[in-house]
């Protein structure tokens, strides 16, 4: 039996089963803090800092409480929550404490307080939003020091916020924790409310399955109700440990049962978790010379050209200008032909003597082209470009998103030029062509 544990305890089935099936006290996760811990030894040198502006934390100097000014010599109940402008801090925790302020005085509480890993500035802005900062006293944990040192820290990055904190309250008296409430996920709101910490805590009734506030890491069995630990013999401890060892065990041989069928096949089923051990041929890397030349190796000049070279850099600049022409004429190489871009002559350049080209007749047709527009301008841009042309609404959207565009073709230069000012006066540029 020993070895058939010794084979799966590696298994991840095993490690999945046992912790669903785990019922010890060390299998869960526990706050330092619990009844009797005295807060300010438990988070030493940890200061909280008071909700309040930008502007009142500068006139302030950025100064922050220490915790003994929060707890010493007063009755105080604190609840701590994941994180401001959530939902259910908002809607259901903070609006719980709010509605018992006159029960909590009536008691004789001297302070209701409110924790968060915030800044301050965004924890004065969220109590402000909810209505709560005069009835409620506002505290930013800042880099979460407070709630580490608790070990009620949390991280949250599942729901995009990071580091925070658990959802919890406490009663405190001179610093010494009373009663203490953590739930068991951050997003549950069933015993960290005003009322369960409004009770005193003999008071109050113990559910069939307590939460993780009536456990403690110096607990002697798991699952124990509030005051229990202190009413067990070590005789039943021992009987709780002896069912908790038949239980491992009988899931052992449940497993061991389950690995000795034919038709399972565990490699099989964890084959795909496995990495791929098909090694694949690395890509080759191509050295590329130190100087790439794609026409090749070229041969060494002559001396005669090196000569020349020397000759040719000597020269001014002006000097080096004739080279080609005179190169051109000695070679007797074709002249170039000038080509006019406006389609009026081509062949060579003509001489003084030669015929001559028609003078350019003047232009009197014109275009007008939209260049660009603000974009905030856009609609009356639209409306003018409607103005002056038989487009719809749509039509004239379309042309105007097509930037640069000519909105309109065969106008006098005057009607060009008032319909550039129209466009200009109403946020866009427009030239005529």
Not at 310 to 336: D, F, T, V, Y
Request: aromatic share 6%.
């Amino acid at each position: 039996m020993a070895m058939s544990f010794l084979k799966l305890r590696n298994s991840p089935a095993l490690r999945s089963a046992a912790s669903s099936a785990r019922i010890g006290v060390s299998s869960r996760a526990f706050s330092k803090l619990s009844e009797g811990t005295d807060i300010t030894s438990a988070a030493p040198g940890v200061s909280l800092q008071k909700a309040r502006s930008w502007d009142e934390g500068v006139s302030s100097k950025f100064s922050t409480t220490p915790l003994s000014d929060i707890f010493k010599g007063k009755k105080v109940v604190i609840f701590g929550l994941p994180g401001a402008y959530t939902g259910v801090c908002s809607q259901q925790h903070v609006p719980s404490y709010k509605s018992h302020m006159d029960k909590f005085k009536a008691k004789g509480i001297d302070s209701v307080i409110c924790v968060s890993v915030n800044d301050p500035y965004t924890i004065n802005g969220w109590a402000e939003k909810i209505g709560a900062k005069d009835a409620i006293e506002f505290y930013g944990d800042f880099d979460g020091k407070f709630h580490k040192s608790l070990g009620l820290d949390k991280d949250l990055s599942a729901a995009l916020l990071g580091p925070r904190s658990e959802r919890w309250s406490a009663y405190v008296e001179d610093g010494k924790v009373k009663a203490v409430n953590v739930e068991e996920a951050p997003s549950d709101f069933k015993v960290t409310g005003a009322e369960p910490i409004y009770q005193k805590p003999k008071e109050r009734k113990v559910d069939s399955k307590p939460s993780r506030s009536s456990l403690s890491p110096s607990s002697p069995a798991p699952y124990l109700r509030p005051g229990e630990a202190s009413r067990l013999s070590p005789t039943a401890t021992r009987r709780r440990v002896v069912r908790v060892m038949k239980k491992l065990i009988s899931l052992v041989r449940n497993l061991h049962s389950r690995q000795c069928q034919p038709k399972l096949n565990w490699s099989a089923q964890v084959r795909f978790l496995q990495q791929d051990t098909v090694s694949k041929p690395k890509p080759k890397k191509y050295k590329y010379p130190s100087f790439y030349d794609p026409y090749g190796p070229r041969p060494q000049p002559s001396s005669k050209i090196v000569e020349l070279a020397e000759r040719i850099a000597a020269l001014s600049p002006e000097e080096r200008k004739q080279i080609g022409p005179a190169l051109n004429e000695h070679l007797r190489l074709p002249k170039q032909q000038m080509i006019s871009t406006q389609g009026m002559s081509v062949g060579a350049k003509q001489e003084a003597g030669g015929a001559k080209v028609e003078e350019k007749k003047e232009k009197t047709s014109f275009d007008v082209k939209l260049e660009k527009f603000d974009t905030a301008a856009k609609i009356k841009v639209i409306k003018e470009v409607r103005a002056f042309t038989s487009l719809g609404l749509k039509e004239a959207k379309e042309l105007v998103e097509k930037v640069p565009v000519v909105i309109k073709q065969g106008l006098t230069k005057e009607e060009a030029n008032g319909i550039i000012e129209k466009i200009k006066a109403v946020g866009g540029v427009a030239v005529m062509e």
